[in-house]
């Protein structure tokens, strides 16, 4: 009789205990797999890193989206003993082929008579940068649901940026030569066109090369120019309208 009360004691207590470990796991599970930030303490700060003025005359823009996804652990094991570390972000990228009208000098200006011009510009600058990144699905490796042993990290997320960025740059550069192309095109029409308006004509000459590629890694400080894009405007003006 007693030996039998002791088994049913140790049985319910066995039970209880497995109750109270599940509803600890559910609570423990929920908190660590919400996807939002209610109930957070968010810290924002705005950094002006450069402001700087800008004589570009862009002629093409290009954007394209990619989608990187990173795995780490064992696949061999089951799911259920050891997840594996997975991180997918989605990337937006954006390229623009433009020349810097701030280069541009009274030297490159030659005048031909009778409204008709001629104008040496400098070579078409590819820009590639990251316009947004969206998180699409980071998690860590865990041991049976649980603790963490792999975990995603700040430094995994920037390699994988910075692998993207490689990418993409590798994608620009299957038709970068046909960008570049129909950028030259539309760069010219617009300055046909703004000649146009003051009843001139305009010659367009490209320094070579045609291509300088950059990206947002690490972007060159302008050279100083005589006045920029907006001075160039208006001594044309002063060339074209009469006195």
Not at 48 to 55: H, I, K, L, P, T
Not at 58 to 84: F, N, Q, R
Not at 107 to 118: E, P
């Amino acid at each position: 009789m007693f030996l039998n009360e002791t088994l049913i004691v140790a049985v319910l207590g066995l039970c209880i205990g497995l109750l109270l470990m599940a509803v600890v796991v559910l609570v423990v599970r929920r908190f660590r797999r919400s996807d939002t930030i209610k109930g957070a303490s968010v810290t924002t700060e705005i950094i002006a890193e450069r402001v700087r003025a800008s004589g570009r005359l862009v002629g093409l823009e290009v954007a394209a989206k990619e989608i990187a996804t990173a795995k780490k652990g064992w696949d061999w094991l089951p799911p259920l003993l050891m997840s594996p570390a997975r991180l997918a972000m989605i990337f937006h990228f954006e390229k623009q082929y433009s020349i810097d009208l701030g280069r541009i000098t009274a030297r490159d200006v030659t005048d031909f008579g009778d409204g008709r011009y001629q104008i040496v510009v400098p070579p078409i600058e590819g820009q590639l940068r990251l316009a947004d990144v969206t998180p699409y699905d980071i998690q860590d490796g865990k041991v049976l649901g649980l603790l963490d042993v792999i975990q995603m990290k700040a430094q995994a997320q920037g390699e994988l940026m910075q692998r993207a960025q490689e990418q993409a740059a590798q994608l620009f550069e299957t038709s970068d030569q046909r960008y570049a192309v129909e950028a030259r095109h539309s760069i010219k029409r617009h300055l046909e066109a703004l000649f146009h308006l003051i009843d001139a004509e305009v010659d367009i000459e490209w320094t070579e090369p045609s291509t300088v590629e950059n990206d947002d890694r690490a972007i060159p400080e302008p050279e100083p120019a005589d006045g920029g894009g907006a001075t160039l405007i208006r001594s044309f003006t002063r060339r074209l309208l009469p006195v």
